[in-house]
Nanobody, 124 residues
Framework: QVQLVESGGGLVQAGDSLRLSCAAS????????MGWFRQAPGKEREFVTAISRSGGSIYYADSVKGRFTISRDNAKNTVYLQMNSLKPEDTAVYYC?????????????????WGQGTQVTVSS
């Protein structure tokens, strides 16, 4: 199974940008579709964005569309989340996840490997 480690979280002001990274190890990275989810205090973990194994298909939650960009570098075994125009409501722990499936990438239960999460806090 693939192991995932997120980095890049922090405390920023509204309107700022952050880039999260998720480094994968253990199995062939290009065999996995990747997703980012987030969980705010007292709320369910929610889908943010996902990218297919080749990078040819990308999905975004409506709440982040136009502000966040997911990308992957299969040579570096890393997936990125560029977050621009951050809002206080983006405050959450952000989790990277991997799945060997190619379908239903917006659904949490299809992912079988998760990172430990990285905190993103956006102040107003």
């Amino acid at each position: 199974q693939v192991q995932l480690v997120e980095s890049g979280g922090g405390l920023v002001q509204a309107g700022d940008s952050l880039r999260l990274s998720c480094a994968a190890s253990g199995r062939t990275f290009s065999s996995y579709a990747m997703g980012w989810f987030r969980q705010a205090p007292g709320k369910e973990r929610e889908f943010v964005t996902a990218i297919s194994r080749s990078g040819g298909s990308i999905y975004y939650a409506d709440s982040v569309k136009g502000r966040f960009t997911i990308s992957r570098d299969n040579a570096k075994n890393t997936v990125y989340l560029q977050m621009n125009s951050l809002k206080p409501e983006d405050t959450a722990v952000y989790y990277c996840a991997a799945t060997p499936t190619a379908a239903m990438l917006t659904i949490r239960r299809v992912y079988d490997a998760w990172g430990q999460g990285t905190q993103v806090t956006v102040s107003s």
